[in-house]
Nanobody, 116 residues
Framework: QVQLLESGGGLVQTGGSLRLSCAASGRTFSSYAIGWFRQAPVKKREFVAAVSRSGDSTYYADSVKGRFTISRDHAKNTVYLQMNSLKPEDTARYYC?????????WGQGTQVTVSS
């Protein structure tokens, strides 16, 4: 089973940038598409971005399109989320996840706070 560990969150001002990392353990990391999700207080968890197994295809929520970029490095077993032009509404806990056999497997998350 692949385990995920997020890092890179923090406090940033509006307009700033952060790069989140999702490091995976396990030899089968490349077998899974990986997604980033986020959850703000009293809100539902929402999809942010995803990258295919090969890394050739990427998908974004409309709210982050043009500002966020997802990528993966198979050699490092890591998926990245580069976040630019951050807004206060991007404040949330960010999780990476993959799906297998109908279940989602999540990391513990990393907090992103954007001050106005």
């Amino acid at each position: 089973q692949v385990q995920l560990l997020e890092s890179g969150g923090g406090l940033v001002q509006t307009g700033g940038s952060l790069r989140l990392s999702c490091a995976a353990s396990g030899r089968t990391f490349s077998s899974y598409a990986i997604g980033w999700f986020r959850q703000a207080p009293v809100k539902k968890r929402e999809f942010v971005a995803a990258v295919s197994r090969s890394g050739d295809s990427t998908y974004y929520a409309d709210s982050v399109k043009g500002r966020f970029t997802i990528s993966r490095d198979h050699a490092k077993n890591t998926v990245y989320l580069q976040m630019n032009s951050l807004k206060p509404e991007d404040t949330a806990r960010y999780y990476c996840a993959y799906s297998s056999a109908g279940y989602f497997f999540w990391g513990q998350g990393t907090q992103v706070t954007v001050s106005s």
